[in-house]
């Protein structure tokens, strides 16, 4: 029987979480109370000394420290490592303010997609992206502080707690509805096209999930990638590396590629909209980029041209994180422009600049048998194009050893 995990400090919220326990079995769930108390022990069915001894340095990392921050985060830590290890475990549940919010999310990002998590947290109302995160995190705002029970809050929890059992109950569902195998695919606007048009021909033998590369569209392929839910990746839009790399405001960050990487899993790539650099409105770019060449996107977004030096080193970067590769990979470069506004006659039209970037691609990819590059002389956006990618999947899928 999978179990539901009710998470949360039971020496400041111990009323709050046996109540949270009891409207879990009064919906039909079985709930196990974890104690993440970072100062003192409240009554659970696990221990936060239990918890705490599955952080790498041993419970002192989050037990007895003076500084609470270093507490809360360390709990966090030992909290993703402990759930993560429970073969019983259905579903989570956890309450509580912003240091708790912090804590217990910091674990369930670290969990599966589809494994359902409910986080009833007093910030639930405000900016909850730093806790949700790529993850599939239900934010609940209790309404009133999580501070003894009240008529309003016993109605929060109950919902909370009614909710996470139904999920845990129909989470076999999740898997058996997928009637082909799913693959994840990156598009922009300038790189539409090709996409839409890469989507349209594998529609029949694939589910495709579009991801808008903004950031938290590549940080969300690659959850999904590391969670295991996709049979491929076509990574056609790889244009956060380039905000990473100079300093736009759409980065996916450091870890862009590390998923597919390390996951093996078969990746189609290309270069889409690398040769664009993203800013909010004009007013936002830093002086020092004055006198380069800008594209109004539209009076909120303002896309600014990379450079040669820029480009040689996005391909560098590409490169070194692609030589990690446990699967079959394939890089398709399109010489003839990486978005609709990298074209002959277009305003971000600059051979010269694309070539560094392929040129720099070759010389450091360590190349063999599952890792290749192609030169095509064509548009991203042009149809050709799309085919080739089709028949490049065909080609990494077989690699892998994967059934279409």
């Keep these: 029987m999978k179990l539901i995990y009710v ?30 108390g970072t100062r003192s022990e409240g009554q659970a069915d696990v221990s936060n000394e239990t918890v705490a001894a599955h952080h790498p340095l041993g419970s002192s990392a989050a037990l007895g420290q003076t500084d609470r921050n270093v507490a ?10 402990y759930l993560s290890q429970q073969s019983d475990l259905g579903g989570v549940i956890g309450l509580g303010g912003s240091g708790n919010t912090g804590m217990v999310t910091r674990a369930m990002r670290a969990l ?35 501070a003894g029970l009240n008529r309003i809050n016993r109605g929060i929890l109950g919902n909370a707690a009614a909710a996470v059992t139904a999920m845990t109950a ?26 839409d048009a890469v989507r349209s021909k594998l529609s029949d033998r694939f589910e495709c999930l579009s991801f808008h590369a903004t950031g938290t569209g ?22 956060e590396i380039a905000d990473h790399i100079v300093g ?25 909209a690398l040769d664009i650099v993203n800013y909010w409105a004009p007013e936002t770019i830093p002086e020092s980029f004055a006198d380069r060449l800008f594209h109004m996107h539209n009076p909120e977004v303002t896309l600014m041209r990379t450079s040669a030096v820029e480009c040689t080193e996005i ?57 290749q590059i192609k030169r095509l002389d064509c548009n991203i956006n042009d149809l050709n194009f ?19």
């Design 7 to 36: 998470v949360g400090t039971c020496d400041t919220k111990q009323d709050e979480l046996f109540y949270t326990c009891e409207a879990i079995r009064a919906s039909g769930g079985t709930a196990r109370l974890v104690d993440v």
């Design 72 to 81: 809360l985060e360390a709990m966090g830590d030992a909290l993703a490592t």
């Design 112 to 146: 599966p997609i589809g494994l359902p998590k409910v986080m009833v947290s007093t910030i639930a109302s405000g900016d909850v992206s730093p806790y949700v995160g790529e993850s599939d995190i239900f934010m609940v705002s209790p309404i009133t502080d999580i």
């Design 170 to 195: 129909r989470r076999a569902d999740f898997g058996d509805a997928m009637q082909k195998p799913e693959i994840g695919l990156t598009q922009f606007g300038v790189t539409t096209n090709c996409v």
């Design 218 to 239: 590549g940080r969300t392929l690659e959850k999904l990638v590391s969670s295991g839910l996709l049979t491929a990746v076509i990574d056609p839009t790889t244009t």
């Design 248 to 272: 736009g405001v759409l980065s996916a960050g450091e870890r862009r590629l590390d998923a597919i990487a390390t996951s093996g899993t078969p990746c189609v790539l290309s270069l889409g």
């Design 315 to 371: 391909g560098r970067w590409i490169a070194r994180k692609l030589n990690k590769c446990n699967g079959p990979v394939l890089i398709l470069a399109p010489m003839g422009g990486f978005s609709a506004l990298d074209a002959p006659g277009h305003p971000f039209w600059n051979p010269e600049a694309d070539e560094a970037l392929v040129a720099a691609l070759e010389s450091t990819l360590e190349l063999g048998a599952n890792r």
């Design 386 to 404: 799309a085919t080739m990618v089709t028949t490049a999947l065909d080609e990494v899928l077989e690699q892998a050893g994967e059934s279409t």
